[in-house]
């Protein structure tokens, strides 16, 4: 974070183990999973700026009461840095954000040579203690995680659900832009999800919605659709055995903005928090850290400007930003998926921290998570 945006020591890049700070307990300390190996990225920022400077609100509950939060991001593919375990089994996190990043899904499959892999060349001896921390926030009521692009595919990979599959040119290569996902019969029966999407089947859509009972069931039952900003090589391609218990699929890829469904699943509902309502282990294979474009595209000509990237990278994040021109319909639809996917959920959990942080302090805090409940009014797409 060569040009700090106001950070001023509260986001920490944890290389090692002497990186870690000891903890405080007027910080609630969250923890980034960062996967891009390296790599020059906008999600990462992206991520610590939501979680540092994006909720005006929260920040002055956070002066009022003493309280901050401070991140901490593991470097977790090139350094092999896991964070600790949920507060529950003695460590200090109760939630975690895993980022976007490059190559293949398997970093068994990252040799440096083959296109997929996009130039890394991977240890994959990261995976086992990531994969055990992750069984460890499955297991745990109180432990959340929100996973975005690279690290939906490695939890879908952790939980079995679907195997990586390079998008061949039948499917025009690369997945990059402003696309559409559809979602499921079982999103619009989610208690958050089910916000967001159709009351009813989409005009196009006719008969009674299907009883979900397979893949290709959940796919087909018309409930809208969402705007997604995407960048990916793979599909995630579900596997013939029954999903785990809690497992939810949210949404599909669409075969092209307005198309029908596509096979490959873009969001899962792996584990929900104890009163039924906020999806706790989620993740999506797009991009809703992505959601102010300006901002964006200053980050960019900022890593342009120190150097940090090529020029081939900043024009495909370019292209990328301006896909769709200045559409104030489009822009608000990509703001509305961020919400849905991303925001709303973590502005739930950090109040809830937050909150709960205070109690143990005797100290007063004026945020509830309940109120992001009652400030999310049911609309349609």
């Known amino acids: 974070m060569a040009a700090d945006p106001g950070w001023n020591g509260r986001c920490v890049r944890v290389r090692c183990p002497a990186d870690v700070p000891p903890r405080d307990g007027r910080v609630v300390d969250v923890a980034v999973l960062d996967m891009n190996h390296g790599w020059p990225n906008l999600g990462h920022d992206s991520l610590v700026h939501?979680?540092?400077?994006?909720?005006?609100?929260?920040?002055?509950?956070?002066?009022?009461g003493g309280i901050t939060v401070r991140v901490l991001s593991y470097d977790v593919r090139l350094a092999g840095m896991v964070p600790?375990?949920?507060a529950a089994s003695g460590g200090r996190f109760a939630l975690y954000l895993g980022t976007g990043g490059p190559g293949h899904l398997d970093p068994r499959h990252n040799d440096g040579v083959v296109p997929e892999s996009q130039g890394?060349?991977?240890?994959?001896?990261?995976?086992?203690p990531l994969f055990r921390l992750l069984d460890r926030i499955a297991g745990d009521a109180e432990a959340v995680l929100l996973a975005v692009c690279h690290s939906f595919g490695v939890m879908c990979r952790w939980a079995g659900v679907a195997r990586p599959v390079l998008r061949g040119p039948e499917k025009g290569g690369k997945s990059s832009g402003v696309l559409e996902n559809a979602w499921t019969a079982e999103a619009a029966a989610h208690p958050w999800f089910g916000r967001f999407t159709a009351p009813r089947p989409a005009a196009d859509c006719l008969g009674p919605a299907p009883v979900v009972e397979n893949p290709a069931a959940?796919?087909?039952?018309?409930?809208?659709?969402?705007?997604?900003?995407?960048?990916?090589?793979?599909?995630?391609l579900e596997e013939p055995r029954p999903l785990p218990a809690g497992a939810l699929r949210i949404g599909y890829e669409?075969?092209?903005v307005g198309g029908p469904p596509g096979d490959a699943l873009t969001m899962m509902e792996l584990a929900r928090d104890a009163a039924g309502i906020m999806p706790r282990v989620f993740g999506v294979n797009h991009h809703p850290e992505v959601v102010d474009r300006v901002r964006q595209s200053w980050l960019l000509e900022e890593k342009v400007r120190r150097?940090?990237?090529?020029?081939e990278w900043a024009a495909e994040r370019r292209r990328i930003l301006s896909a769709g021109g200045p559409d104030e319909d489009n822009d608000r639809r990509l703001r509305r998926t961020s919400e849905t996917t991303l925001l709303?959920?973590?502005?739930?959990?950090?109040y809830r921290q937050l909150r709960r942080r205070?109690?143990?302090?005797?100290?007063?805090?004026?945020?509830?998570?309940?109120?992001?409940?009652r400030e999310t009014a049911p609309v349609s797409p």
């Open 344 to 350: 709303g959920p973590l502005r739930f959990f950090l």
């Open 218 to 236: 959940s796919r087909d039952a018309c409930y809208g659709r969402l705007r997604i900003l995407d960048s990916r090589l793979f599909d995630l």
């Open 84 to 86: 600790e375990a949920p």
């Open 120 to 128: 890394v060349r991977e240890d994959p001896s990261w995976e086992a």
């Open 307 to 311: 150097g940090e990237v090529s020029a």
């Open 358 to 373: 205070a109690a143990e302090l005797g100290r007063t805090c004026d945020l509830h998570e309940d109120r992001v409940l």
């Open 50 to 64: 939501m979680l540092l400077d994006g909720d005006p609100l929260r920040l002055a509950a956070e002066r009022r």
């Open 254 to 256: 669409t075969l092209g």
